[in-house]
C-alpha cells in the first residue's frame, strides 16, 4: 500500500470516516496489484525474449540449417499382394 494512502486511511478511521477510510484502502490495494502486474509484465516479457533467444541459439548449435534439401521419397515394392494375408506360424 501506498503511505500516502495507508495515512489517509488511518487518519478516516480515527475521524470516524469510515467511506474515506474505505477509499483510501481500496486506492492503495488497486496501487499494489497494479504495481505487481507491472512488475509481472516485465518479467512475462524478459522470459519471453530470452526465450526467443535460446531458442535461435539451440537452432543454430543443431546444425540444422546445414542440413542438405530432403530427397524424394522412394517406394519400396513388396513381393506380398495388398490383399494378401501374411504367413502365420501355428504355436
Not at 475521524?15 to 497494479?34: C, E, M, P, T, Y
Not at 530470452?50 to 540444422?64: C, P, Q, V
Amino acid at each position: 500500500m501506498s503511505n500516502d494512502n495507508v495515512e489517509k486511511m488511518v487518519d478516516s478511521l480515527a475521524d470516524g470516516d469510515n467511506i474515506a477510510a474505505q477509499d483510501a484502502f481500496k486506492n492503495a490495494l488497486s496501487d499494489k496489484i497494479g504495481q505487481a502486474l507491472d512488475d509481472k509484465r516485465v518479467d512475462v516479457a524478459k522470459d519471453w525474449l530470452n526465450a526467443a533467444d535460446e531458442l535461435e541459439g539451440i537452432k543454430d548449435a543443431s546444425g540444422l540449417d546445414d542440413v542438405a534439401e530432403p530427397t524424394e521419397p522412394v517406394e519400396i515394392d513388396s513381393e506380398e499382394e495388398e490383399n494378401e494375408q501374411p504367413a502365420v506360424s501355428e504355436v
